[in-house]
Every structure is written in structure tokens, then in C-alpha cells.
């Protein structure tokens, strides 16, 4: 640190060589006085060239003297203008782009193409490998949520959650691998255990525009293997005032739950300089889903069914699951908004802040098929893809959740200039997440003794079925279980960062030398209080035993059906009987104490990570060439403190009481880093990149715990020795892009990793006390090495130079390859290379439009391969992977008059399942977060939009 700083104190005296230099800067607009961002500005006989950030430029080292400054944007014609430039002072020009391309007309830029326009000359001059997409883009897509409007953007796929996108891969890597940032404020999670942000916290409508960075510059946070996203929100922008608002309503097919979405957006400038600005926004977008599924667990994922050795295998189904979900009640709101004052020579004060909460109230149902429960079971036929077993066991039960997480972020900073050229920026922030549960009740019913049977011959309707015993007569099942789980998670992040920059001339290249100092100070803690209960029932209100509870709360008289009517679900009890009952009979209940214990202790941590930070760069243009060299060095401390769990030889009791251990350490690390561009000609660049970053571990991952429960055959262990995953970036991409707004852009990359971090299975050892059934130990381990490598290709046009109607059509289509490859050691992996989990080897999107007059039409598919969601710590057969999937949505609008249009979205028209399987075998169905077959149908609103 102390290097970086001695290097730019010297660099800094050598700006006195600068001489009969001056600054200029002003604002680019378009016609109608919009400011326009990714403008290109380049000093006529000179290497000097810069770009527009939200409609203002800075050009340094610019010779004094009269000076001619060229301004270029895709979908207008070059402009050129000239200022007199005076030594050690800043002259001002302002520049309105007037005359468009001739295959476009003014208006069509001005409406229709502007989104695409202001994104693609981002992009242009990003001095990174990059994406960028407008909010005028955004909006003309049925995206309700941020990670849905990243699925269409080159290099990204999109991991779901019950239809809905939630997680973001971006060029295949997982989403743990990946920043995400608002404003360039880090956002804190609220995931339990992992580092991945849920992008559908976030409505997209609040983005001004969403900057993907997939190569990283040394000014920017090193944890971010795979990129990171920027969301941008709006600013008041000079002489244009803002004021929109959006009202649509709908239906979910399945389920026939409402669709509610509004919103509104209002900013100005005030006062006769306009130096003030204020800019609000608000979201509110209610989704009340259903949806079904069908999941498996299988002998080997546990390699232990209670049967002879050849029959550990895909053969065998421990138990498979019918689930109905015929509540998913989703809610989202946010607020968000920036406060400004413009200072002289183009320096501001901001403060920006928001909030986005997501609410997530859930009610499932399931039917368990428990083949190996119970101790006489065992299995009367098998074959490779049905089989028979007697004496199993079958469960109904009901889970009533409710989730509630929001985000927070706070930030204030300036940005100050010097007439010679210096800049300074500072800001300080505060992100808060937290995810509260205050209660998931799940109340079991068991049958017992039955002749249970199976076939999953085909692979998208595998069955299970009752031979011997009752699917939903309720005065068979028994009460068996009840269990509640309260949690609250916290993450909270203070950070701090101050940066200055110097104009240097070095030989032939000119530019700026960019130094500064970061912090981010991170605080988290997980909370879980967990209460198991048996299965004993005590007096109670309605008199009922454990052989009668079941029956005085099922209010169905016909059984349910799912799939359209293919399996028979039969019935269920009512939830709101089962929460009455709950609450009005507390004392009915028996506490396991000690599963209550050990999964109360299991679930909770608390982590404190600091993160500091210098870094030195430089961006230098010399010609068509830009060169971005640098380095970032980041120095990490942590203190994490978990629980120890240790049960006696009898696993019926705790060896010694609970006890928190808490572990510290600290790291540092160098990332140096390069990114250069070559202009070929005005639209066409070549962009190359060597850059490196880093993961570090999962936070449930790096805890000091041990948790361990009676009954469980595996054991966890957390590894607060895990060393932080490192990786070298190669970086390639050919960019052209069209007058007539579009572009073609061809890439390769490939990422080298280091200390990848995967969980791996040990047998127990005498010193593990885990009691008399864990045979396992499941901890997780740095592995040698892993790498990734791939392609991407996109294509973005306006057919204007099509006869007639024609030209009013365009494409938009990205496609992305990506192979991996890691080193894992375990069982069954000696000597075999498996990818790296979450990393998806094919995503893509075809996109078609039509934009004439005041219409709008947009037909979108969106593509994910298959790939390997889990390696397992067990077997290579218990991986899980998700079959690939491709969706249809559709998305339209009529302009009413100006500032006003009706629109529709039509979502998932495919009717598109999530699909998953586990180990080689395409009809042995997963479960959890990778069921077998979930299924959703479409939905869509129609709505109108107001703005002035």
C-alpha cells in the first residue's frame, strides 16, 4: 500500500512538465436537450479522446490554442466544433447532436431507437469488456425483476426460483463468483449462507441502466471472477423534467392469482442555474403465483437405503415427492432516490439512497413416497426403472413460510475538478440486507406398513404409486411431526473510497494517472431458532388423538390433481386450521430438546470481514490505441464465530454443553491488471484484457462449527482455514457496431482459477463425536485448480435498409459457449475432471422487433443449457444437474398520444418446466432447489404508461 502511494505522490510532481495545456468540458445533448452518455470526443490532431458520462465530458491535456472537437454517436452524424483553449483553465462547449444518420429519422431516434442508441455508445467507449442496457430498452420487455432483464444481455443466464429469475451467471461461472453493485456501492446479501445477491429483489424499473462488466479495472472491488453488475438509477437531468407513471394488472394461469404493478418516477433541477436537482422513484409489484413439482432422492445420495449393496445405486428412490404450491404469494417495493448539487468546473454533491423489499409468503403441500422408511422395508422388485417395496411408509404435510428481505443502501460523495486537469472523487455508504422468517410451521401425518410402488421409465411424467395402504384417506395417517424454524439474517457493509486523478503526457500517449484508497468494513450474523417436536399429542381443543388430528383439520372432500390433471394428488389438510389449531393448543406439543438444540445451533453464525484497499492506473490513449494498465492490492480480515456441536457414543445426548468457537485470520493480495482497445476504423474496436480477481469462501463455508443431529448420516464441519479462490482473466472481443443503431460483436475468454473451493466426504474418526449414525464428515476443502473458457457472439440490427414495412423489423441475439474443467479428489473422482458447479455451458437469447409508428412488438426466447447445480461430497452419481430449458416471452405497446401508451407483457408463453436429474440418468428426477419436473404456465398484464 505504502508502494502504490509513494508511486503516485511521484507521478504527481511530474504534472508540472504539463505546459500550455487546458481542460475542456460541456454537455452533449440531443435534440430535444436530453443529455446523451457515451458520447465519443476526440481532440482533432491529437490522441486526446474521452466520452460523455449522463451528457457531460472532461477532455484533458488539450493544447492551447484554437482547437477543433469532434463529436460522434451512434444514430447521429459526426459533429465538429471549436473552442479556444487557454494554459491551466477549463473552457466550456456544449454541443447538440441535431442531424441523424439518413437511414433514421429524428424522431425515430428520439423515440423508439434512444434506448438502444445510449446503451450501445456505452458500450463503444467503455475502456472494459462490456454490457450495457438502457431503462427505455428495459422497459419494452416483460422483465418484472433485475435478474430477468439480465437475462437478455450477452454472456448472462439466469438461475429460477419458482418461474421467477433470481440468481445471475454471468459468461457460466456461478453466481458466487460475481459482484453486484447499485451506483457503485457494493450490495450487502441476505443469503443465509452464500455470497450470491437475488437479483429479483430488485424491480428493474428502477434502473436508469444496468452496466455489466466482465473485464475489471483496478479502481473496482477484486471479488468478482465471473463480472459485475452496476445498476444505475436516475439522475434530475438540465431541462428535462421527469414525471411517469405506470399502472397494469393481470393473471397467473395456474392458480389464477393477481398481477399488480405500479410505479412512478419524478425529478427536476430547480433554480435559475439548475444546480439543484431531486430525483424519486417508487415500485410496487405483487405476483401471486402457484406452482407444482415433483422431486427424488435416491440410495445414492446416501449410500445407505436399507438394502443389499447392488441395489446403492440410480435404482433405487429413497422417497419421491409430489408438491403443490398452491400459494406463492410474491410483493415487491422499493423507493430510491438522488439528491445533487453541481459545484463549478462540472463538480457535484450527491446523496442517493434506496430500499427494495421482497416478500415471499408461501404454502406447500407435499405427498411423500418414503420407499425405504421404516425399519421392516425393503424392496420385492427393482429394475432399471421401476420397482416395488413393502413395508414402506407414506407422509402428507404442510408448510406455512413466510420471507421478507430488504435491502438498504445509503451513499455520499462528490466529485471536484481542478482547471488544470486533477480530479477528486469521494464517497462513503452503507448497504443493509436482512431476511426474516418469522415462521415456517410444517406440520407430518404418516401411513405406515404399505406396499409402496414405481416407474420413471419416462423421463417428464415419473409415478409413484399406493398398492397397498390409502394415498389421502385422512383416518390412515397419524400426526408425526410438527417443527418451526425462525430466522434472521443480517449483513451490513460500511464502506469508504477516495480517488484522484492526474493528466499526464508519457511519450506519445496522453491521459490520466488514477490512484486511490478503499474500505469496506462487513459485519453479518445468522440467527436460526429451530423447535422439532415429536410425535406425542397432548389435550387439546378439539379433543383429537394423533389417529383423529388429521381428519378434524381436512376440510377437502375430493382429492387434487396436478399437471393438468395427470397425477392425482388426492387430499390435504386446511393450513389455516392447522395454524388455529397450532396457536390455540401450544402445551399439545413435546419438545425434542435435543434436535431443537443441535439445528438451533447449526444454523447460526456471525462473521466480521474487512476489506482494504489501493490501487494505482493509469488510462492512456496514443492514437486508435487505449491502453488501462494497473494494480489493486487488497488486504482481508476476518473473525468468524460458529457453534460446536457434540453428541455422546449413544447419539442421544450432548457429549458437552454447546459452545461458540471463533476463528480470525488475514490475507493479502495483489491483482494486477490490463485492458487495452484498438479502434480499427469509428465503429469498430478490438478490446483485450489480462485481469485477475478473487472469490472469497462462502460465509457458511469459512465458520469454525460443528453440526451434527441425531438420526443424520452425515455430519457438517465448516474450514476456517479456506484460503480465498484467485483467478488470471484472458479477455478478447471484436466489436463493430451499425449507424443505423446496432452492432456485432465475437469474444473469447478464459479464466484460470486457483483454491477452488468444493465440499468433499471423510469418514468419521474416532475423535468425531457425531454420534452412533453419521458415518460422514462433509466439510469443505480448497482444491488445486479449475479452469473455464468459452465464446460469445451477439447481434443487434435495425433492418432500415430493408424496402417498404421491412425496415421496421430488427434482431437482437446473443449466444454463449463455456466449458469448464476442476480438479476435485473424493470418491469416484480419482482422475476425472468435473466442471465447476453453476457453470452453465450454453445460454442464449433470440430476440424479434417491430417498431413502426406507435407500435411496438417484441418476441424474446431466452436459452440455458444444462449443467451440473451440485457436485456432491458423496458420489459423483448424487451430482445434480438442470436440463436445458428455452422460453418464449412477448411484450408490446401502443403509442396513444405523445407520453402516453397501453402495453402488454406476456410471459413464459412456452409454458417452460424447470427440469432436473441426478447423476448420469435423465429420468432420475432431483429435488430441493433442482426438482425433477416444476411447472408453472404462463402469465402476463396489460397496462398503460404516462410520462411528461
Known amino acids: 500500500m505504502r508502494f502504490i502511494l509513494r508511486v503516485a505522490i511521484g507521478l504527481a510532481c511530474t504534472s508540472s512538465a504539463l505546459s500550455a495545456q487546458g481542460v475542456v468540458t460541456g454537455t452533449v445533448t440531443d435534440p430535444s436537450g436530453r443529455p446523451l452518455s457515451g458520447v465519443l470526443v476526440l481532440v482533432d490532431g491529437t490522441s486526446i479522446r474521452t466520452s460523455t458520462d449522463r451528457g457531460q465530458y472532461r477532455a484533458l491535456n488539450v493544447p492551447a490554442g484554437n482547437r477543433t472537437l469532434t463529436f460522434r454517436y451512434i444514430g447521429y452524424q459526426p459533429t465538429s466544433k471549436t473552442v479556444m483553449v487557454t494554459d491551466g483553465r477549463t473552457a466550456t462547449l456544449d454541443v447538440k447532436l441535431s442531424e441523424a444518420v439518413t437511414s433514421l429519422t429524428a424522431i425515430e ?65 456461478s453466481p458466487n463468483f460475481n459482484g453486484m453493485s447499485i451506483n457503485g456501492l457494493r450490495l450487502a446479501t441476505p443469503e443465509q449462507n452464500s455470497r450470491q445477491l437475488p437479483m429479483d429483489i430488485v424491480p428493474s424499473d428502477q434502473a436508469s441502466q444496468i452496466q455489466v462488466s466482465k473485464t475489471l479495472t483496478p479502481d473496482m472491488d477484486a471479488d468478482a471472477i465471473g463480472g459485475n453488475v452496476n445498476i444505475v438509477t436516475r439522475t434530475a437531468q438540465a431541462n428535462q423534467p421527469l414525471l411517469n407513471f405506470t399502472a397494469a394488472g393481470g393473471q397467473n394461469q395456474l392458480g389464477g392469482g393477481a398481477l399488480v404493478n405500479l410505479g412512478a418516477n419524478a425529478g427536476k433541477r430547480f433554480g435559475k442555474s439548475q444546480k439543484f436537482g431531486a430525483m424519486f422513484g417508487g415500485t410496487y409489484y405483487r405476483n401471486d403465483r402457484a406452482s407444482q413439482n415433483v422431486e427424488g432422492d435416491w440410495c445414492s445420495q446416501t449410500r445407505n437405503c436399507g438394502v443389499g449393496a447392488s441395489l446403492t445405486s440410480l435404482d433405487a428412490p429413497n422417497l419421491f415427492e409430489y408438491r403443490d404450491y398452491p400459494q406463492v404469494d410474491r410483493l415487491r417495493t422499493g423507493v430510491n432516490g438522488t439528491l445533487d448539487y453541481l459545484l463549478s468546473n462540472s463538480g457535484k454533491l450527491f446523496l442517493r439512497g434506496s430500499w427494495n423489499q421482497f416478500n415471499d409468503d408461501e404454502i406447500r403441500a407435499r405427498a411423500r413416497f418414503r420407499f425405504r422408511g421404516g425399519g421392516g422395508s425393503r424392496w420385492t422388485q427393482v429394475n432399471a426403472d421401476s420397482g416395488v417395496t413393502t413395508g414402506s411408509q407414506f407422509d402428507r404435510d404442510l408448510r406455512l413460510r413466510e420471507v421478507m428481505q430488504d435491502i438498504y443502501t445509503a451513499q455520499l460523495g462528490g466529485e471536484h475538478y481542478t482547471s488544470d486537469g ?79 486523478s492526474i493528466p499526464v503526457q508519457i511519450g506519445a500517449f496522453s491521459g490520466t494517472i488514477k490512484g486511490g484508497l478503499a474500505a469496506r468494513l462487513k459485519d453479518r450474523s445468522n440467527s436460526v431458532n429451530v423447535s422439532n417436536y415429536t410425535n406425542a399429542l397432548g389435550a387439546n381443543s378439539l379433543n383429537a388423538t394423533s389417529a383423529t388430528l388429521m381428519g378434524l383439520l381436512t376440510t377437502e372432500t375430493t382429492g387434487r390433481n396436478l399437471f393438468d390433471g395427470d397425477y392425482a394428488f388426492g387430499r390435504t389438510f386446511d393450513p389455516r386450521r392447522m395454524r388455529d389449531f397450532i396457536t390455540a393448543n401450544p402445551n399439545a406439543f413435546t419438545l425434542n430438546s435435543l434436535s431443537s438444540q443441535t439445528a438451533t445451533a447449526g444454523g447460526s453464525f456471525a462473521v466480521r470481514e474487512d476489506v482494504y484497499a489501493g490501487y494505482l492506473m493509469a488510462t492512456l490513449d496514443a492514437g486508435a490505441l487505449r491502453l488501462v494498465p494497473g494494480v489493486r492490492v487488497e488486504a482481508t480480515e476476518v473473525q468468524n464465530t460458529g457453534n460446536l456441536v457434540r453428541l455422546n457414543t449413544a447419539g442421544n445426548a450432548l457429549a458437552e454443553p454447546i459452545r461458540a468457537v471463533t476463528a480470525s485470520g488475514s490475507y493479502v493480495n495483489v491483482f494486477p491488471s490490463l485492458n487495452a482497445t484498438y479502434r480499427l476504423g469509428e465503429y469498430t474496436n478490438v478490446k483485450a484484457a489480462v485481469t485477475t480477481a478473487l472469490v472469497r469462501p462462502q460465509f457458511g463455508d469459512m465458520v469454525p462449527y460443528v453440526n451434527v443431529q441425531a438420526g443424520q448420516q452425515t455430519a457438517s464441519v465448516g474450514n476456517p482455514d479456506l484460503k480465498a479462490t484467485t483467478a488470471i482473466n484472458y479477455d478478447l472481443m471484436v466489436e463493430h457496431y451499425f449507424t443505423n443503431v446496432g452492432f456485432i460483436a465475437v469474444g473469447a475468454f ?165 427440469r432436473a436429474y441426478v447423476g448420469d440418468r435423465p429420468n432420475r428426477g432431483g429435488g430441493g432447489d433442482d426438482p425433477s419436473f416444476e411447472f408453472y404456465k404462463p402469465w402476463g398484464m396489460l397496462g398503460i404508461r404516462i410520462e411528461r
Do not use: C, H
Request: no cysteine; proline share 6%; net charge neutral.
Open 109 to 173: 431516434v428520439r423515440g423508439q431507437v434512444v434506448g438502444q442508441a445510449s446503451a450501445l455508445n456505452q458500450q463503444r467507449t467503455a475502456s472494459t469488456i462490456s454490457s450495457v442496457i438502457d431503462n427505455e430498452l428495459v422497459g419494452r420487455l416483460p422483465d418484472p425483476n433485475m435478474a430477468e432483464a439480465l437475462a437478455r444481455v450477452p454472456g448472462i443466464a439466469v438461475l429460477r426460483d419458482q418461474g421467477e429469475g433470481r440468481f445471475v451467471q454471468i459468461r457460466g461461472t
Open 750 to 914: 478464459a479464466k484460470s482459477l486457483d483454491n477452488f473451493i468444493f465440499a468433499t466426504a471423510r469418514a468419521r474418526t474416532s475423535e468425531d463425536a457425531v454420534g452412533p449414525d453419521a458415518t460422514q464428515i462433509i466439510q469443505p476443502v480448497n482444491g488445486p485448480t479449475a479452469t473455464l473458457y468459452g465464446f460469445e457472439v451477439a447481434w443487434q440490427q435495425n433492418f432500415t435498409f430493408l424496402p417498404g414495412w421491412l425496415k421496421s423489423f430488427g434482431i437482437n441475439a446473443n449466444y454463449t459457449y463455456t466449458q469448464s474443467s476442476a480438479d476435485i479428489p473424493g470418491r469416484g473422482r480419482d482422475g476425472v475432471n468435473a466442471p465447476i458447479p453453476e457453470q452453465a455451458p450454453q445460454a442464449g437469447n433470440i430476440g424479434l422487433f417491430f417498431d413502426r409508428g406507435p407500435l411496438s412488438l417484441r418476441l424474446g426466447g431466452n436459452y440455458a443449457g444444462s449443467f451440473v447445480s451440485t457436485i456432491s461430497a458423496v458420489s459423483p452419481e448424487a451430482d445434480t444437474r438442470t436440463k436445458a430449458r428455452f422460453q418464449v416471452d412477448a411484450s408490446g405497446s401502443y403509442q396513444l398520444r405523445r407520453g402516453m401508451k397501453l402495453f402488454g407483457e406476456f410471459i413464459n408463453l412456452s409454458n417452460t418446466p424447470l
Open 422 to 500: 486533477k480530479a477528486l472523487d469521494w464517497a462513503v455508504g452503507f448497504s443493509r440486507a436482512t431476511e426474516n422468517r418469522p415462521g415456517a410451521l410444517t406440520m407430518g401425518f404418516r401411513q405406515s406398513n404399505m406396499t409402496l410402488a414405481y416407474n420413471f421409465a419416462n423421463a417428464d411424467r415419473p409415478r409413484a404409486y399406493v398398492v397397498t395402504g390409502s394415498l389421502d384417506d385422512p383416518a390412515r395417517f397419524g400426526f408425526n411431526s410438527l417443527a418451526n424454524e425462525v430466522r434472521d439474517t443480517r449483513d451490513e457493509d460500511l464502506s469508504a473510497k477516495i480517488n484522484g
